[in-house]
């Protein structure tokens, strides 16, 4: 097997945003993220520029040099961006508008805020919009999915959820979420019925060291990557695989260490 990767990577550990391919034994270019700290998300927007969130807010990166574009540092607590095909981008977190709560604002082009919409809760990581129109939002022990005004339309639950990081709506209808701190991938119907769980302690060599699963990768051949976040700190790189891939039917095909250069990573992007 030697297909390899080209990734954008979130090393949470010790705060740097990274260029890296899995044959090369070191990244391409480091960002030190002090000025933008807790970086979550990431969003590739087109051939040239990535777009990250982090604590603050958002900025645009420069793929081949990791230099940054732009920034829009203007809030606390985001967990997560996306822009939309029309240029408007979305800003999800705890308390953004003032009033507490769970929050997803509709930013335009010109970065005004032009939507809020708020819920009660204290806790929220990624969201990811679906072909559906509706909003996949990760609030810890389950994943809801709600309209754009953030009313419930349904909840996805499994047991095991702990910090469930990212969920994403497959083609046939499916929705596939990271489990967090329950450490396996899992899989739901159009129905919303957990059909498959995989990856967790047991189902994979004892080396993974399956900690906390947060990004994933889905590939053009059904195959996953997903990042096997090992804690925080900045000494965390010899424990466990940080990358795995698996196939299509959920089995561990190869994994990944970084050594000395990523200590827990927790965002991918493949670029």
């Not at 939507?115 to 009660?120: E, I, M, Y």
Request: aromatic share 8%; charged share 20%; hydrophobic share 40%.
């Amino acid at each position: 097997m030697d297909t390899h990767y080209r990734l954008i990577a979130i090393d949470e550990g010790r705060q740097q945003l990274m260029l890296v391919h899995t044959n090369l034994p070191h990244p391409v270019w480091v960002l030190d993220l002090a000025d933008y700290p807790l970086a979550r998300d990431l969003q590739r927007l087109d051939g040239q520029r990535v777009l990250v969130g982090f604590a603050r807010g958002f900025f645009e990166l420069d793929i081949a040099s990791g230099h940054v574009l732009a920034a829009c540092d203007r809030w606390h607590n985001v967990t997560a961006v996306q822009r939309r095909a029309d240029g408007c981008t979305l800003v999800t977190g705890i308390d953004l508008d003032g009033s507490g709560g769970v929050n997803v604002l509709t930013l335009d082009r010109d970065l005004a805020v032009v939507h809020c919409a708020r819920r009660d809760g204290d806790y929220v990581r990624l969201m990811r919009t679906t072909p559906q129109d509706s909003y996949l939002l990760c609030t810890n022990d389950h994943i809801l999915e709600t309209t754009p005004d953030l009313a419930t339309l349904r909840s996805f639950e499994a047991a095991g959820f702990e910090h469930a990081w990212k969920a994403e709506r497959l083609a046939d209808g499916a929705t596939l979420v990271s489990a967090g701190y329950g450490a396996f991938m899992a899989r739901f119907n159009a129905d919303g019925i957990c059909v498959k769980l995989f990856g967790d302690e047991g189902t994979v060599p004892a080396e993974v060291a399956p900690f906390f699963y947060a990004s994933f990768e889905r590939l053009d051949n059904g195959r996953l990557l997903v990042a096997n976040w090992q804690g925080h700190g900045p000494d965390n790189g010899r424990k466990g695989r940080q990358l795995l891939e698996f196939n299509g039917d959920g089995g561990l095909l190869r994994s990944w260490s970084f050594g000395g250069h990523i200590s827990s990573l927790q965002g991918i992007l493949l670029v």
